[in-house]
């Protein structure tokens, strides 16, 4: 299965998503931090194309949140 944007916002019991102004926080649900590096090293694997990652870290090392943006902007009107 193709990792999208999509599928990253609907969410699992590893993570939550909150929505923030440019793209979503993906946010580490407790119990599930192995899941959720593993998710993580995926996502910014196929960070690029349609969207952008970035690893955004708590008090350690481990990441616990990551932000996802897409990189196209679907406009609903042609500004010509």
């Known amino acids: 299965m193709a990792l999208t944007l999509d599928t990253l916002l609907e ?3 590893a993570y939550g998503v ?3 102004r440019d793209g ?3 946010f580490r649900r407790p119990g599930h931090e192995a899941a959720f590096e593993a998710l993580a ?3 910014l694997d ?3 194309e349609a969207f952008e ?3 955004l870290t708590g008090d350690g090392p481990r990441c616990d949140r990551l ?8 406009r609903s009107f042609d500004p010509r």
């Open 24 to 26: 979503a926080v993906l």
């Open 41 to 43: 090293a995926e996502v």
């Open 53 to 55: 990652a970035i690893p």
């Open 67 to 74: 932000f996802v943006a897409p990189l196209r902007e679907h």
């Open 18 to 20: 909150v929505d923030a």
């Open 46 to 48: 196929a960070s690029g």
């Open 11 to 13: 969410g699992s019991p």
